[in-house]
């Protein structure tokens, strides 16, 4: 079982919307949890990094929240566009735990 | 463009034979850190080098094998192939060895083992 786990899978949603992707994660101790946006074929590219202490870390309209409690984090993007369409991968930097991922499309 | 370069683009080679991926990173960057990304497995933590020093090892096959040179540029090793090993891999680069810097990936070099 990965050790790191997002949800939905995939989704589609309209531009405009926001929308919330979700990471449960078992690895214990770690050191930050971070979110990496990936187009396809292309290198990912961070978003946010946030420590175990850290609740809450913005990067323009994406938005990362950390429940360290409960072994939660969530990626919230507000107003979608359509280049917000990728794949969006959370990791657990404890020896670097990687989420499969959830693949977001955003149609006009 | 994240200044991580990465050759060649696309590699298509043989089961058993050897290649190697060159990197390098971005200007002033001490670490290098390589993963390989498959269909089946998603991003996988191979190995990080900083300032020509193994510094963390992941899920790194006997097989496979890196190096830093002391312009800091990496190479990855792959020999003995098999059609598994067929995945994008990319390095990615960062200012220092903290668990919290910011790494920059490079776009990859597409490996096709046939």
């Known amino acids: 079982k990965n050790q790191v786990e997002q949800s939905p899978q995939s989704l589609i949603i309209l531009e405009g919307k926001n929308c919330t992707l979700q990471?449960?994660?078992?690895?214990?101790?770690?050191?930050?949890l971070r979110w990496y946006k990936q187009d396809t074929g292309r290198g990912p590219v961070s978003l946010t990094i946030?420590?175990?202490?850290?609740n809450t870390k913005s990067n323009g309209r994406y938005t990362a929240t950390l429940d360290a409690d409960t072994k939660q984090s969530s990626l919230h993007i507000t107003a979608s566009q359509l280049s917000d369409s990728a794949s969006y991968i959370c990791?657990?930097?404890?020896?670097?735990?990687f989420g499969a991922g959830t693949r977001l499309t955003v149609k006009p | 463009d994240s200044g991580v370069t990465q050759t060649p683009k696309h590699l298509i080679t043989a089961t058993g034979q050897r290649v190697t991926l060159r990197c390098s990173p971005r200007?002033?960057?001490?670490?290098v850190y390589w993963y390989q990304q498959s269909l089946d497995q998603g991003l996988q933590f191979l190995i990080q080098?900083?300032?020509?020093?193994?510094?963390a090892k992941g899920n790194i096959l006997e097989r496979f094998s890196a190096q830093q040179f002391p312009d800091l540029h990496s190479e990855l090793n792959l020999s003995s192939l098999e059609l598994g090993d067929s995945a994008l891999y990319f390095c990615?680069?960062?200012?220092?060895?903290?668990?919290?810097?910011?790494?920059?990936f490079g776009p990859g070099t597409r490996l096709t083992v046939l």
């Open positions: 990791v657990v930097r404890c020896d670097m735990r």
């Open positions: 200007s002033g960057d001490l670490s």
């Open positions: 990471c449960n994660y078992t690895v214990s101790p770690f050191s930050n």
């Open positions: 946030m420590t175990f202490s850290e």
């Open positions: 990615a680069s960062s200012a220092d060895r903290r668990s919290t810097d910011t790494q920059y």
């Open positions: 080098y900083y300032n020509g020093e193994e510094r």
